[in-house]
T-cell receptor, first 113, second 115 residues
Framework: AQSVTQLGSHVSVSEGALVLLRCNYS??????LFWYVQYPNQGLQLLLK??????LVKGINGFEAEFKKSETSFHLTKPSAHMSDAAEYFC???????????FGGGTRLMVKP | ETGVTQTPRHLVMGMTNKKSLKCEQH?????MYWYKQSAKKPLELMFV???????ENNSVPSRFSPECPNSSHLFLHLHTLQPEDSALYLC??????????????FGPGTRLTVL
């Protein structure tokens, strides 16, 4: 069975500060990992995904994530937060048993001016 | 229309009503999904259809009945719902339901309120 834990249901940063959203997973096989973003009243949009190629994955809007197998982590970072980054972020894992995603509980990112 | 669309965007229904949610994808995908997003709970996968065949039913109560007439359309028929079924229902699609690296594309969701 696979699972995802997102530490911190709410994260607040100042505009221009580093964004770090944490994700730890468990999976019995090498996983595929995804980060999605959800803006208010919208569906989920893919930010980036790890599919066993490069361990540092670059996504849209300046976000990136690093797959660390030894730590079973896939934390999401952005060097400088922008007001428009305020949203809810979801980490998800998919194993080799078909294209079914298991989501973490989500982290709401707030950006202060 | 592009991407994944869902109608209606908002729905209020009584516990004795029957209603349906509709999802349509314009991406040429072969797999479609229903998710439930409740406050303070992770997204829950409800159903998966791959090439119009249901491949996953995640222990969903029978008051939710999915229908997939073709690879582009997915319905969720609702009857005798409970107030705890109030949630955002998200539809998604992907190239197929077999390869775990395929990205899922989500619709905007239907906000359901059961009175």
């Amino acid at each position: 069975a696979q699972s995802v834990t997102q530490l911190g249901s709410h994260v607040s940063v100042s505009e221009g500060a580093l964004v770090l959203l944490r994700c730890n997973y468990s999976s019995s096989v090498p996983p595929y990992l995804f980060w999605y973003v959800q803006y208010p009243n919208q569906g989920l949009q893919l930010l980036l995904k790890y599919t066993s190629a490069a361990t540092l994955v670059k996504g849209i809007n300046g976000f990136e994530a690093e797959f660390k197998k030894s730590e079973t982590s896939f934390h999401l970072t952005k060097p400088s937060a922008h007001m428009s980054d305020a949203a809810e972020y979801f980490c998800a894992v998919s194993d080799n048993a078909g294209n079914m995603l298991t989501f973490g509980g989500g982290t709401r990112l707030m950006v202060k001016p | 229309e592009t991407g994944v669309t869902q109608t209606p965007r908002h729905l209020v229904m009584g516990m004795t009503n029957k209603k349906s949610l509709k999802c349509e994808q314009h991406l040429g995908h072969n797999a479609m999904y229903w998710y439930k997003q409740s406050a303070k709970k992770p997204l829950e996968l409800m159903f998966v259809y791959n090439f119009k065949e249901q491949t996953e039913n995640n222990s969903v109560p029978s008051r939710f009945s999915p229908e997939c007439p073709n690879s582009s359309h997915l319905f969720l028929h609702l009857h005798t719902l409970q107030p705890e079924d109030s949630a955002l229902y998200l539809c998604a699609s992907s190239q197929d339901g077999m390869n775990s690296y395929n990205e899922q594309f989500f619709g905007p969701g239907t906000r359901l309120t059961v009175l």
